[in-house]
């Protein structure tokens, strides 16, 4: 074969994985295969499947799919989010690998961490239900529709996964609440946000991510996390300036919101997070 004909090949390949790509979302069985070794330690029961799980969505780190009573969800890890690619040694710099080290080893802490210790100290604000990191053999295997609408069966005991109560946006909940009821309604629900992120701090667990729209939900009037993704137990109790930051990021973008949509309810959370600061300091 010719030049032409080995790059117009290629090219047909590339074009061709990457329209698979984008039909599948990304999803495959081998992306989610589990990485850690099992647990000394027996594991609860896993709960009542509702069969098929359709897929729903996907972020960086998982793939979402709704069970078939619209009630709960199941995330499957997506491994790759947290492992070095073996494309990475042709295209990055030495100092450029180190750093790709260092991020790889922070999700990685992350993943081994956040979701056991939210579903260890906040079962009921998470709503999770099951969490399996670590290869079994007594899981039955699950029936998904992938993304593309095809079914297929997947080995549980072979999976990175969590169960869920499905939640419904926060955002979107907000928008109704201020539509319906106004301020008087926002109020409520900001007492609500920052007593449930009291119960956080409180523990000394810190949360590294800000996005709150997309890693928060409600469900029948409660607050849900439903991504805490990014959660660390402090070793230390945090200082005035530790507990002033935590808060700024649990409110700083509820607050923009607000600011835009409500601005009396934006002055009510920023009196109402000065006084949790200060008594938090006084504590």
């Known amino acids: 074969?010719?030049?032409?004909?080995?790059?117009?090949?290629?090219?047909?390949?590339?074009?061709?994985?990457?329209?698979?790509?984008?039909?599948?979302s990304g999803f495959s069985p081998s992306k989610v295969l589990c990485t850690l070794a099992p647990p000394s330690s027996s594991s609860p029961s896993l709960p009542p499947l509702s069969e098929p799980y359709t897929y729903l969505s996907h972020g960086r780190q998982s793939f979402v799919f709704e069970s078939a009573d619209g009630q709960s969800v199941i995330k499957f890890f997506n491994q790759n989010y947290f492992q070095q690619?073996?494309?990475?040694?042709?295209?990055?710099?030495?100092?450029?690998?180190?750093?790709?080290?260092?991020?790889?080893?922070?999700?990685?802490?992350?993943?081994?961490e956040s979701y056991p210790l939210a579903a260890k100290e906040f079962p009921e604000d998470t709503g999770i239900l099951y969490l399996h990191f670590h290869t079994s053999s007594s899981l039955p295997p699950i029936h998904l529709i992938d993304p593309s609408g095809r079914p297929l069966t997947l080995d549980l005991n072979q999976s990175a996964f969590i169960i869920q109560k499905k939640a419904n946006p926060y955002l979107a909940h907000l928008q109704k609440v201020s539509a319906q009821e106004g301020f008087s309604g926002l109020v409520r629900e900001i007492d609500l946000w920052l007593a449930f992120c009291s119960k956080r701090i409180e523990?000394?667990?810190?949360?590294?991510?800000?996005?709150?729209?997309?890693?928060?939900?409600?469900?029948?009037?409660?607050?849900?996390?439903?991504?805490?993704?990014?959660?660390?137990?402090?070793?230390?109790?945090?200082?005035?300036?530790?507990?002033?930051?935590?808060?700024?990021k649990a409110t700083h973008r509820l607050y923009k919101w607000l600011l835009t949509n409500n601005p009396e309810?934006?002055?009510?959370?920023?009196?109402?997070?000065?006084?949790?600061?200060?008594?938090?300091?006084n504590h």
């Not at 074969?1 to 599948?24: D, E, Q």
């Not at 667990?205 to 993704?229: E, M, Q």
């Open 203 to 248: 523990k000394n667990i810190l949360d590294y991510d800000h996005d709150i729209w997309n890693n928060v939900g409600s469900l029948n009037g409660k607050i849900l996390f439903i991504d805490p993704g990014k959660f660390h137990q402090s070793p230390a109790p945090l200082d005035a300036d530790a507990l002033q930051l935590e808060w700024w």
């Open 1 to 24: 074969m010719n030049r032409l004909g080995i790059k117009i090949s290629s090219a047909v390949a590339l074009f061709l994985t990457i329209f698979a790509l984008h039909f599948s």
């Open 85 to 112: 690619r073996w494309y990475h040694i042709f295209f990055l710099s030495p100092h450029m690998r180190e750093k790709l080290h260092k991020k790889l080893a922070l999700r990685q802490m992350f993943y081994q």
């Open 265 to 281: 309810a934006a002055r009510y959370l920023i009196s109402k997070t000065h006084t949790l600061c200060v008594l938090d300091t």
